[in-house]
């Protein structure tokens, strides 16, 4: 009997796609690796370079933020040279504002700082007679292991004012550069949609881009405004409160209590430490001092657990994981201010990852594709393949 052959499919496909796989692979272990080493480095550069880095960031957060307000204006009639211009001036009214109702009492309280400091070393004095006994032991113990006491260094700091004397000149430069920025950018946001939108190779690409501008602006503008908002009540609150319980200075609190709550985690805990110190150094007892800040403390909770989540919702919904990361790295590289804007450069990463696509670092350690939609692409290229 005669037997036909049987056809089978060429075997070089598999070997072809197994490949495939592994530079897929290779290449995305590499764009980890530099990944990494951008992570790494960048602080460093943005630290030495803080002059440039810090306005050029800053001027492009205002920019997504003041965008909105400028318009609204141009669509009322404005040119877009004053729309832009206006809507800076606001904000800067706004800040000025703020700094005007927190720096005045702050001066006047000022003078009171030798009398609080008295006090409290006082308050402390008497807590430590209290606690006396534990002194005495440690002493006796210190005796019994022969510790003949430790030298004492004093090294020579300068002043506070010294400090702001030399610190001045670079912080104008830099707000000067922040605002001219700012500005400019701004005034150039048309054309800056228009070429985002308009020169790029593809309707597909043209769409994209369109969707994740929209969708950094309208996430970014609504955060920092609805926070706003609810740290303006947290300061209205806290001012009132500081009247009703007597505490000097109530608008300075709320003003204090409105920017710190801009810093997540670490700022209520700054706020509660300021109210206890200086309550302490100006009630009668340490008890009756406490009262401001464990106050502050149950308001925080209320904000953070029940207020904010309910405002704010799912949509800006982040880790606090990587809320603190931000914090901390972002403080690390520029310290105060990068406190303020690690959360709004978390968020606007954020939404631009949501439309670039997000690593899939946990899966890739364990063998999944860098980003998901290579196995989908790659799935598509692999039909597109002819079966001979």
Request: glycine residues 8%.
């Amino acid at each position: 009997m005669n037997q036909h052959p049987r056809h089978e499919t060429p075997g070089p496909l598999p070997v072809r796609d197994d490949v495939s796989a592994q530079q897929l692979r290779l290449m995305s272990s590499l764009v980890v690796l530099i990944g990494i080493g951008l992570f790494l480095a960048l602080p460093f550069v943005l630290s030495i370079g803080s002059v440039v880095f810090l306005p050029l960031v800053t001027a492009v957060l205002l920019t997504i933020l003041l965008s909105p307000l400028a318009d609204h204006l141009a669509r009322l009639g404005l040119p877009n040279v004053f729309a832009s211009l206006l809507a800076l001036l606001v904000f800067l009214g706004v800040v000025l504002l703020a700094l005007a109702l927190i720096l005045q009492p702050a001066l006047d309280l000022f003078a009171q700082i030798p009398e609080i400091s008295g006090r409290v070393g006082q308050r402390f004095e008497d807590l430590r007679d209290e606690f006396r006994w534990l002194a005495i032991a440690n002493a006796e113990l210190a005796k019994l292991m022969g510790d003949t006491g430790t030298s004492r260094v004093v090294l020579a700091t300068p002043s506070l004012l010294e400090e702001i004397a030399f610190a001045t000149p670079s912080v104008v430069v830099e707000l000067l550069i922040m605002m001219l920025m700012a500005f400019f950018m701004i005034e150039a946001r048309v054309r800056m949609r228009r070429h985002l939108l308009f020169d790029r190779e593809s309707f597909g690409s043209s769409v994209k881009a369109a969707r994740a501008m929209r969708e950094v602006q309208d996430k970014v503008a609504a955060y920092i405004m609805t926070v706003g908002m609810i740290n303006t009540g947290v300061g209205v609150i806290v001012a009132v409160g500081a009247w009703a319980l007597g505490v000097d200075a109530p608008i300075m609190w709320g003003g204090l209590a409105m920017i710190l709550n801009f810093v997540p985690y670490i700022g209520p805990m700054a706020m509660f430490a300021l109210l206890a110190l200086f309550g302490i150094g100006t009630a009668e007892t340490v008890w009756l001092g406490m009262i401001p800040a464990l106050a502050y403390l149950g308001l925080n909770a209320v904000e953070g657990n029940v207020v904010t989540p309910s405002i704010l919702g799912a949509r800006f919904t982040m880790s606090p994981v990587m809320i603190l990361i931000a914090l901390s790295y972002f403080t690390w590289i520029w310290g105060v201010p990068g406190a303020l804007l690690s959360v709004p450069i978390l968020l606007t990463l954020t939404a631009l990852f949501d439309h670039i696509g997000r690593p899939n670092l946990i899966g890739f350690i364990f063998g999944e594709p860098l980003f998901k939609g290579d196995a989908s692409q790659r799935g598509r290229e692999e039909e597109q393949v002819p079966v001979k």
